[in-house]
């Protein structure tokens, strides 16, 4: 018979196994690998790239943003397009996530608002240039009941952009915010409703504040995805003007002047302005409660 | 606006009726409820009985009936005007919200003062005895502090009716005895009713002035829990009130309620509960009135399966000579194989009929 040794220490592998650590964790690997290659490499790549200038100095490409209104109103460009587009996306898609919580057919509805993020922002630009341009059936229907007398412009400006950013970001929204709403329990609103409260009171009191969390995320990630805005801002804009986004002044440093060091510097500056709007609308959601919004079970 | 607590003298089902497509999931509640009283919903899972529940509480429209508090015809009012309170099974709480919050806010929808409210829900909070709990978030309490939380904003707004879905279901068994007491002691001191669903019969007999044994949706019986532990009208309620023991039999004589049935060649005397015709039977009883003895004589001779001990005697599982399983209570531990003679409590055997 063999003794056993209770004293001695567990042994490396399940010392590890007890942080965490075991031959599972391995198939991280490939995604840490594709993460490093494709982001973090390029990422540092980039900010090291856009403190070697031209000139030779180590902030001259910051310095010539920052000094020509050409580039820096980009930054206020964009930001007009995309925070309207993010807070209006939200205003559509709560009214409409709240409807179809409630359906019992919510697939089909799903697939048709799901649709235009399969079509890809370039052919919902091409459509819009077709129904929306001077000639294009929205313009021939409202002048035939006299509504307009000339054609209304909707396209190459702010609004073409405005709404092409609707429609293609909507059905994101829209999902997300639907699933943070599928996940407060119904037994809530039921709850709530027995002790007297009518539907508005029940949307101010019980599903806003539980909403406002994911509404934050959902915030958050709309308008990372707003703000990124280049093909429409060109197909459906008017890329020298009204609608000349930050990408825009990015891809002109880039292949226009084939300044990347340039470009490398708006590149930064756009995400230090994305950071800085997404660590606000984070911090606001600090401020409301957090939790589950579940019927909370000890 | 909601029915005040201090007028109403009762509330009145009347063939409340609920469908499911082509599912009849609720047929014909009909059922009076005088002020003061505390009613169970008993049945098995998919009874009906939480489909009455939402139905009275207005989360479900009827598909048929009436409901009236007095004269009130409740059922066309949508939820928020019932004025009922009800604690939901997983008990609801706005996880947002403070204990005192969750407590007032049945007082602010009704927009009762804010001083008045604050008195009532401190008033609240000491009748569930949480007292040190008022600040906190739901979350950081335990099960049974969420219940006592979930009851305190049920009744603070002395509701004429408050509806109980279940509440006991998510606790463990010591908490489940103290929260009944406390349940009937708050009851007893509102003086409201209380519809309360449970499918522990324990619960609803513990609980209730009145079970209403629902099944399929339709009611089986009703009466106190004295009626329905000593007498159920039917052999589901039988079985579904602990009697066990279901034993094919042979009707002998029949004179009134007594009779005489054969078991396996065993004469033995019980009661009929119902009427019935043609000789087959069906005899139940508890496996507590079903005693192995010392004797042979006059006992339904079986074989011993299994035993368990329960402290104060055994509990075992046999098997008659026809195949039927018979469980029973015993003195000493028998040996599985063993065949022992299990004597029946004349008093508490039932006899029904075998057609259904």
């Known amino acids: 018979m063999s003794s056993i040794d209770y004293h001695s220490n567990p042994g490396l592998k399940a010392r590890l196994a007890a942080r965490g650590l075991d031959s599972v964790t391995l198939l991280v690997l490939p995604a840490m690998a594709l993460l490093v290659g494709l982001f973090v490499y390029p990422f540092l790549y980039g900010l090291w790239l856009s403190f070697n200038p031209k000139d030779g100095s180590l902030l001259g490409n910051y310095f010539k943003f920052f000094s020509d209104p050409f580039l820096y109103d980009t930054i206020g460009t964009t930001l007009k397009l995309a925070v309207p587009v993010t807070i209006l996306n939200l205003v559509f898609a709560v009214p409409v996530a709240f409807r179809v919580r409630l359906m019992k057919n919510q697939r089909l509805l799903t697939t048709i608002l799901v649709l235009p993020i399969t079509l890809g922002t370039v052919l919902v630009a091409e459509g819009m240039l077709n129904y929306l341009g001077p000639q294009g059936w929205a313009n021939r229907i409202m002048m035939l009941f006299g509504i307009i007398s000339s054609p209304v412009k909707l396209t190459n400006n702010y609004w073409g952009v405005m709404l092409s950013l609707v429609i293609t970001g909507f059905p994101f929204t829209f999902l997300l915010t639907l699933s943070y709403i599928s996940g407060i329990d119904p037994a809530l609103e039921q709850a709530a409703a027995t002790l007297g409260a009518k539907a508005r009171a029940r949307f101010r009191y019980i599903f806003l504040p539980l909403l406002i969390p994911g509404l934050a995320i959902t915030f958050c990630l709309s308008f990372v995805q707003a703000y990124s805005v280049f093909p429409s801002a060109v197909l459906l804009g008017a890329p020298a003007g009204p609608t000349r986004v930050i990408s825009i002044a990015a891809y002109q440093a880039a292949f226009e002047e084939y300044d990347y060091s340039m470009a490398s510097a708006i590149a930064m500056i756009m995400g230090?302005?994305?950071l800085a709007v997404v660590a606000a609308v984070l911090q606001i959601r600090n401020l409301f409660y957090r939790g589950p919004a579940g019927g909370a079970k000890g | 606006m909601a029915p005040s607590l201090s007028s109403f003298k009762m509330l009145r089902l009347d063939g409340v009726s609920r469908d499911f497509g082509t599912v009849n999931a609720l047929r014909d509640l009909t059922l009076t409820i005088e002020r003061g009283e505390f009613v169970a919903l008993l049945g098995p899972s998919g009874c009906g009985k939480s489909t009455a529940l939402n139905c009275i509480a207005g989360l479900l429209p009827t598909s048929r009936g009436a409901i009236f508090l007095?004269?009130?015809?409740?059922?066309?009012?949508?939820?928020?005007?019932?004025?009922?309170?009800?604690v939901f099974q997983n008990y609801a709480l706005f996880p947002h919200m403070t204990v005192r919050d969750n407590i007032g806010f049945g007082l602010k929808m009704r927009g009762i003062p804010k001083a008045e409210a604050a008195a009532r829900v401190e008033k609240a909070i000491e009748t569930v005895r949480?007292?040190?709990?008022?600040?906190?978030?739901?979350?950081q309490l335990s099960g049974g502090q969420q219940q006592r939380v979930a009851i305190a904003r049920a009744i603070v707004v002395e509701p004429p009716l408050v509806l109980m879905d279940e509440p006991l279901s998510n606790l463990d068994a010591k908490l489940r005895l103290e929260m009944r007491q406390e349940i009937r002691r708050i009851h007893a001191g509102l003086g409201s009713i209380t519809i309360y669903v449970t499918h522990d019969q324990d619960e609803a007999l513990s609980l209730a002035d009145r079970i209403v044994v629902l099944r399929d949706g339709m009611i089986r019986q009703v009466g106190t829990p004295e009626d329905l532990y000593a007498r159920p009208a039917h052999l589901d309620v039988a079985e579904f009130m602990g009697f066990r023991n279901r034993i094919p039999a042979k009707l002998k004589t029949r004179s009134g309620d007594a009779v005489a049935i054969d078991v396996s060649g065993v004469l033995l005397q019980g009661i009929a509960r119902e009427d019935f015709t043609g000789d087959d039977v069906i005899a139940a009883i508890r496996p507590d009135d079903l005693f192995a003895g010392d004797t042979h004589e006059g006992g339904i001779p079986a074989i011993v399966e299994a035993m368990e001990y329960r402290g104060r005697d055994f509990f075992g599982s046999a098997?008659?000579?026809?195949?039927?399983?018979?469980?029973?209570?015993?003195?000493?531990?028998?040996?599985?194989?063993?065949?022992v003679a299990l004597i029946a409590d004349p008093a508490r055997l039932l006899v029904y009929g075998a057609a259904q």
């Open chain 1, 272 to 274: 230090v302005v994305q």
């Open chain 2, 70 to 86: 007095d004269d009130q015809r409740l059922d066309i009012l949508p939820t928020e005007e019932r004025g009922f309170g009800m």
């Open chain 2, 130 to 139: 949480l007292g040190t709990q008022a600040h906190k978030l739901p979350g």
């Open chain 2, 319 to 339: 098997r008659a000579k026809d195949g039927t399983e018979l469980f029973f209570r015993a003195a000493r531990r028998h040996t599985p194989g063993e065949t």
